[in-house]
């Protein structure tokens, strides 16, 4: 077998889609497996403190409440530890290490949760395998983007969100036909255990994948870069195609190269604190939209406050989960047709609407409302599943500059996860304190995420990561930046086509100018793959950048 499994271009790029889909089925996985052992006679005789129905003797309702929301999200407070530790280990140890090492350390916790006898080990399990998962989400969605041509990111990313759905499909069912197992403590360690089959099959397979040739680059690995670059589009290394690639992504890297986690936070030519920001709320409104009140929820929702019986709520949570794995593969057909902004607006309106009506349906008891209320627990999921499953792993890829794009990928990610956090903590303690009206806050959030992304979100579409930098650059404050993108001619055709060359781009003129003005410095080195010369003059060329952007700040 060749190299990269013998794979090249389109299945290759499958291959890579393959491998990060398991890991978001992984992480599907995990949210979904809980939520279908909180109601279980045999996960509650171990775990009593959890349960709201019938709290241990000197237990208030409201006790046991809060320690049910502290044990289903040690699970996401995990991942956002991890996803910190990835702003500085992200770019140092690269893509894949970074995901092998996640992966173990999932393996790790998800033992420790399947042999757990009582909260003091369950909670620090979930916490560590959160941690590994943490790692993973913030790394996986950079790996896809920046091995995926233009035109086939959305779709590939797409592919990853129905999958994140396809694992919690996949938890549900399991949990239950396991619950058939009762009184047997199998009912549930096995879900939980079955995490680590999926957790194996990338460690198994990530080490024979491509690295990221943005970040082979970035590490001064040129002809590494090439070699995947080459690989990825099944054409030699002499093609216009690739050629005009990697000098694209290679003076886009020599920009950049000597930025750092600080650099999120400044708002330079790249206008990289603008850009940040924009894959931080755009993480943080998936997760105040209320999706994860259904995830983690589904079937307590239905048994609890729905009044439907044990097996019915399962079995609802299950179909759930299935008609939310089948909304998700619409997004798959439609991100590169319609674009990002316009699903976001269609999901969130929906959004919207929905919980508008669970909260009316949900006010007062009846059993013609408590089916309206279940329908529209799977039309929110619908809506959802279309405009923001996996918008929010494919957007702050797309929309952050090389030299920040770990840390800040890894900062949006901590946004997910500490709002993901947030809503599976305080829902139990929100529907017995205000009950229906919990749904309300959510339909507000819901409302308010639609002029934001209309005002304020550009469209990515279409566009190399290159161009995202170059639209940047034009762009002034945070209100034209829609325009800029609208305005500013593509560079690839929707097939991936070549439509406008990188040397006839204002971007290739202004990488030439830095250079010519540095070259002489270095005695007139010409640049050369991996001789000291090229490095001076790369260093150099990110110096004179880096003063470039100060004076620009001071001029503002």
């Known amino acids: 077998m060749g190299k990269y499994y013998g794979l090249r271009g389109l299945k290759l790029n499958v291959a890579i889609a393959l ?11 995990d949210q979904g497996v809980m939520g279908g052992l909180l109601t279980l006679p045999s996960f509650l005789q171990h ?3 959890i349960d ?25 407070l995990g991942c956002f530890f991890g996803a910190v530790a990835t702003i500085w280990l992200g770019n140092y140890l690269g893509r894949k290490r970074t995901i092998f090492i996640g992966s173990s350390i999932m393996v790790i916790g998800a033992v420790l949760q399947a042999s757990s006898f009582g909260l003091g080990q369950l909670i620090p399990a979930r916490l560590i395998t959160g ?6 989400t913030s790394t996986v969605p950079m790996w896809q983007s920046e091995t995926s041509k233009s035109h086939r990111r959305g779709q590939m990313v ?18 239950l036909g396991l619950s058939f197992a009762e009184p047997s403590t199998v009912a549930w360690r096995f879900p939980i255990a079955f995490q680590i089959v999926l957790a194996l099959i990338i460690l198994i397979f990530i080490p024979g994948l491509p690295e990221s040739p943005r970040w082979l680059i970035f590490k001064g690995r040129e ?3 090439l070699d995947v670059l080459c690989a990825l589009s099944d054409l030699p290394p002499d093609d216009e195609r690739v050629v005009n690639e990697f000098e694209a992504i290679k003076d886009t890297t020599l920009e950049v190269a000597s930025g750092t986690f600080s650099d999120c936070f400044k708002m330079n030519r790249n206008r990289n604190f603008h850009r940040t920001a924009l894959g931080y709320v755009n993480q943080m409104f998936q997760q105040i939209s209320g999706i994860n009140i259904i995830t983690y929820y589904a079937a307590t929702i239905f048994q609890n406050n729905i009044g439907m019986p044990a097996f019915t709520s399962r079995l609802l949570a299950a179909l759930n989960g299935t008609e939310y794995f089948l909304a998700g593969m619409i997004a798959i057909f439609t991100i590169e047709k319609f674009g990002r902004r316009k699903l976001m607006l269609f999901g969130a309106a929906g959004q919207a609407m929905s919980m508008a009506v669970l909260a009316g349906t949900t006010a007062t008891p009846s059993k ?7 329908v529209f627990l799977f039309v929110f999921n619908s809506f959802f599943a279309v405009g923001w499953l996996g918008m929010t792993w494919l957007y702050p890829a797309e929309i952050t500059p090389l030299d920040i794009r770990a840390p800040a990928n890894a900062i949006s990610t901590t946004a997910n996860w500490i709002f993901n956090f947030m809503v599976v903590m305080v829902t139990p303690v929100a529907f017995a304190s205000i009950g229906y009206q919990t749904y309300i806050i959510f339909a507000v959030i819901n409302a308010f995420m639609i002029p934001c992304v209309y005002f304020f979100y550009p469209e990515t579409a279409g ?4 161009e995202m930098d170059e639209i940047f650059h034009h762009t002034t404050n945070i209100f034209n930046v829609v325009k800029v993108a609208h305005e500013m001619p593509h560079r690839y055709g929707k097939k991936g086509e070549l439509l406008v060359r990188y040397e006839d781009t204002e971007e290739f003129a202004e990488a030439q100018r830095r250079r010519s003005s540095v070259v002489g410095s270095v005695n007139g080195a010409p640049r050369t793959k991996g001789n000291e010369s090229t490095r001076q003059v790369e260093h150099v060329d990110a110096e004179s950048e880096k003063a470039d952007e100060t004076n620009e700040e001071k001029g503002h």
């Open 463 to 466: 566009r190399s990561l290159e």
């Open 52 to 76: 709201v129905q019938k709290p241990p003797a000197g237990w208030s309702a409201s006790r046991a409440s809060n320690v049910q929301g502290i044990t289903v999200g040690g699970y996401t």
């Open 158 to 175: 797409m592919i990853e969100g129905a999958i994140i759905v396809f694992g919690v499909m996949i938890s549900y069912w399991i949990d």
């Open 19 to 29: 491998i990060a889909g398991t890991d978001f089925a992984l992480f599907g996985y």
């Open 47 to 49: 775990f009593p403190e």
């Open 131 to 136: 941690f590994g998962n943490g790692m993973n």
């Open 368 to 374: 013609a409302k408590g089916i309206a209320a279940a």
């Open 223 to 225: 002809d590494e870069a």
